[in-house]
Each structure stands twice: as structure tokens, then as C-alpha cells.
């Protein structure tokens, strides 16, 4: 199944803002949005965002969700260590009645 | 608290066959669709099955479909995947994660390890 495509990595600077993408087409992200989520190595993965872009209970506001048409953004503002970590992007494709993740970002944090 | 932990997880053969387990804490699990998402190592997500809440409607990845099955039973709060035929790249750690009202991976388990090799 097509999968949603992440760049491999990131690397920020402490403090500065990055902003990870996802792209799908019109049958998964451009129809339906998409989730995001964080990974720490050895751990499993923590909901950021829901598919309407809203933030669960208990996420920081420095995490923020968008989407332009195939393509989804999670912004993460005032870098911190704990930031570091993987990201992945996931949405329901309509058209494999299936869910798809892309790749996943590792990001860095300098 | 809110909970889910997976178990069943080993060694085993390839083209023999294994059951997952998922058991719920702390919420109506009825409620909630569940979802089966795995982890090979060093590699990313990938999912692979989802039952909603009426333990009926079922979608799988094309990669597992026929092989595994998803199945649930609410009255035991206990989400189960039988995975037959197994081969090398089924490899992975197996997550369970819910899903209510539109919003799905809220909730995750620990995660537990199946290794196919001979």
C-alpha cells in the first residue's frame, strides 16, 4: 500500500522552530487530513494531533497541525531536547479502505 | 487508569501460526475501535488491522490480509490477531491503539515483540 511521504530527517537549532511534512494525494491527507505522531526511541508512540488539527488533552501549544490541500505540517515551535524524537504522519486512505503512515522525520535538535 | 497491554508476543516458525492479545483498563473498551499497528526494527509504523467497535466491520493491510484476523471480544475487554502463515517480514513489534469518535490512536499500548525466524 502507498505510504505518505515524510522527509527522512530534521535538524533545528535549540529554541527555533521546525516544521515537518506529510504528503498524500486526494484520497487520503487532501480528503481526510491527517494524524501526527511522536516517537522516543524505545517507546511507543503519543498522539499530537487529531485529524482536524486539534491537540489532544495534556499536548503543548507549541505543537500546532495544518494542512494545504495534499499536504499536512506539524509545527513545532521553541525547540526543546525532548523534541527529539520521531514523527510520523498517518491517514485513512479511502480508495484502500486502509490506513497508511508515511515514513516517519527523525528529528534533531541542535 | 486508562490502559492497554498487549501480550502473546515470541519466536516462532515461519508458516506457523501466533495470537496477539490485547487487554483494556480503565475505559469502555466497547466503545472503541482498535487498531493493530506494528513496529519492525529500526523501521517505521506500519498498520495492519482495524475493528470497530461492533466487532464486525473489519479492514486489514493488503500485506497481512488473509493471513491475519482481527477479532474482539467486549464482554472480556480483550482485542485478539491471529497471524497465520508467518513469514520473515511480519517480524515486528505489535502495537494496539483505539479509536473513538473520528479520532484514532489516543491510546497505546507497551507493544509486544513476535520474531519470525527458523
Known amino acids: 500500500q502507498a505510504g505518505l511521504t515524510q522527509p527522512p530527517s530534521v535538524s533545528k537549532d535549540l529554541r527555533q522552530t521546525a516544521t515537518l511534512t506529510c504528503t498524500g494525494n486526494?484520497?487520503?491527507?487532501?480528503?481526510?487530513?491527517a494524524v501526527w505522531l511522536q516517537q522516543h526511541q524505545g517507546h511507543p508512540p503519543k498522539l499530537l494531533s487529531h485529524?482536524?488539527?486539534n491537540r489532544p488533552s495534556g499536548i503543548s501549544e507549541r505543537f500546532s497541525a495544518s494542512r494545504s490541500g495534499n499536504t499536512a505540517s506539524l509545527t513545532i515551535t521553541g525547540l526543546q531536547p525532548e523534541d527529539e524524537a520521531d514523527y510520523y504522519c498517518s491517514s485513512w486512505d479511502t480508495s484502500l479502505s486502509a490506513w497508511v503512515f508515511g515514513g516517519g522525520t527523525k528529528l534533531t535538535v541542535l | 487508569q486508562v490502559q492497554l497491554v498487549e501480550s502473546g508476543g515470541g519466536v516462532v516458525q515461519p508458516g506457523r501460526s501466533l495470537t496477539l492479545s490485547c487487554t483494556a483498563s480503565?475505559?469502555?473498551?466497547?466503545?472503541?475501535?482498535i487498531h493493530w499497528v506494528r513496529q519492525a526494527p529500526g523501521k517505521g509504523l506500519e498498520w495492519v488491522a482495524l475493528v470497530w467497535s461492533d466487532g464486525i466491520t473489519k479492514f486489514y493491510a493488503d500485506s497481512v490480509k488473509g493471513r491475519f484476523t482481527i477479532s474482539r471480544d467486549n464482554s472480556g475487554n480483550t482485542l485478539h490477531l491471529q497471524l497465520n502463515s508467518l513469514r520473515a517480514e511480519d517480524t515486528a513489534v505489535y502495537y494496539c491503539?483505539?479509536?473513538?469518535?473520528?479520532?484514532?490512536?489516543?491510546?497505546w499500548g507497551q507493544g509486544t515483540m513476535v520474531t519470525v525466524s527458523s
Open positions: 480503565g475505559f469502555t473498551f466497547s466503545s472503541y475501535d
Open positions: 491503539a483505539t479509536e473513538r469518535g473520528g479520532n484514532p490512536f489516543e491510546i
Open positions: 486526494s484520497n487520503n491527507v487532501g480528503h481526510q487530513g
Open positions: 485529524k482536524n488539527n
